[in-house]
């Protein structure tokens, strides 16, 4: 069952280290987007990548955070010097145009 | 800003009874909405989706009614079973557009 996968599906930082969340969408899919889930919250929209290409990302940080999707290889989420508040879990999903997305199992992010 | 709102974080329902589930949004640019579910420690699947140019779309257990004039979808799933036991997600977005916005879900119960 080729569906979104990402890793590591658990993730210990301590404050200040850096975090790499990654996302293999589902096969022929070229859209990706990140959403962030905080304790008690919704889904929160943080970026959509297409190959090599940062579409909208008005849902990220400024600072520490970053996202990629390089012509080969899954994407990436970066976060720059972790911070307590960082701690979330994190969903990828996958897309053709127009069409639902669909989900990831996740990354929970935590920081000590 | 939440654009899409809903309101009620839990629901119980009997087991064979008719559930429930409803969502508001503010933005009238929105014309493409969907319902996915969410289990513990799992990504959201993709329930069911209705564009604006309908008011009611069926699969199986699962109806989702759209009133435009009113900024308001709701989801009836019956009848009820226990594994149907997870949060609900209502998102919509605009067809052309990249993000899409999610509600903070609702808590459903099927009680057997």
């Known amino acids: 069952n080729a569906g979104v996968m990402q890793n590591p599906r658990h993730l210990v930082r301590r404050r200040g280290q850096e975090a790499r969340l990654r996302c293999s969408p589902m096969?022929?899919?070229?859209?990706v987007y990140w959403y962030r889930q905080l304790p008690e919250e919704g889904l929160k929209f943080m970026v959509y990548?297409?190959?090599?290409?940062?579409?909208?990302e008005s849902g990220m940080p400024k600072e520490r955070f970053s996202a990629e999707f390089p012509k080969e290889g899954p994407s990436i989420l970066r976060i720059q010097q972790v911070v307590r508040g960082d701690s979330a879990a994190y969903f990828c999903?996958?897309?053709?145009?127009?069409?639902?997305?669909?989900f990831g199992d996740g990354t929970r992010l935590s920081i000590l | 800003d939440q654009q899409v709102k809903q309101n009620s974080p839990s629901l119980s329902v009997q087991e064979g009874r008719i559930s429930i589930l409803n969502c508001d949004y503010t933005?009238?640019?929105?014309?493409?909405f969907l319902w996915y579910k969410k289990y513990p420690a799992e990504g959201p699947t993709f329930l069911i989706s209705?564009?604006?140019?309908?008011d009611k779309n069926e699969d199986g257990r699962f109806t989702v009614f759209l009133n435009k004039s009113a900024k308001h979808l709701s989801l009836h799933i019956v009848p009820s079973q226990p594994g149907d036991s997870a949060v609900y997600f209502c998102?919509?977005?605009?067809?052309?557009?990249?993000?899409?916005?999610f509600g903070t879900g609702t808590s459903l119960t099927v009680i057997p």
């Open positions: 990548l297409q190959k090599e290409n940062i579409i909208d």
């Open positions: 933005n009238s640019m929105f014309d493409y």
């Open positions: 998102a919509a977005s605009a067809l052309l557009g990249n993000q899409f916005y």
């Open positions: 209705i564009s604006s140019i309908k």
């Open positions: 999903a996958s897309s053709l145009q127009g069409q639902p997305q669909h």
């Open positions: 096969k022929g899919h070229s859209h």
